[in-house]
Nanobody, 118 residues
Framework: VQLQASGGGLVQAGGSLRLSCAVS????????IAWFRQAPGKEREGVAC????????VYSDSVKGRFTIARDSGNNTVFLQMNSLKPEDTAVYYC????????????WGQGTLVTVSS
């Protein structure tokens, strides 16, 4: 399973960015794709998640109402639309595949840096 994140950059507060996560080698059933982020000096936190079987979504309280996660199954790509960005959204964003089985297995992509200026 390989994941390739892209779309990060520099944006002013209040602006928008769309991150993409290209997924290969994964059967989307029994799995979920999630976005995590890690700000300097902070622990990695979950931001959003989409379940592959039914497209159910979950968001952290800090991004709810501003970020939207969506899946393009035809192109095996998951997007994170980020609106109304705040300086505290500055972080390296990672996408990950969570595959269910006897236990959940994580596959990680490389990060993409999002910087929000005030």
């Amino acid at each position: 399973v390989q994941l390739q994140a892209s779309g990060g950059g520099l944006v002013q507060a209040g602006g928008s960015l769309r991150l993409s996560c290209a997924v290969s080698g994964l059967t989307f059933g029994n799995s979920a794709i999630a976005w995590f982020r890690q700000a300097p000096g902070k622990e990695r936190e979950g931001v959003a998640c989409i379940v592959s079987d039914n497209d159910d979504t979950v968001y952290s309280d800090s991004v709810k109402g501003r970020f939207t996660i969506a899946r393009d199954s035809g192109n095996n790509t998951v997007f994170l639309q980020m609106n109304s960005l705040k300086p505290e959204d500055t972080a390296v964003y990672y996408c990950a595949a969570l595959v269910t089985g006897a236990r959940i297995k994580y596959y990680w992509g490389q990060g993409t840096l999002v910087t929000v200026s005030s």
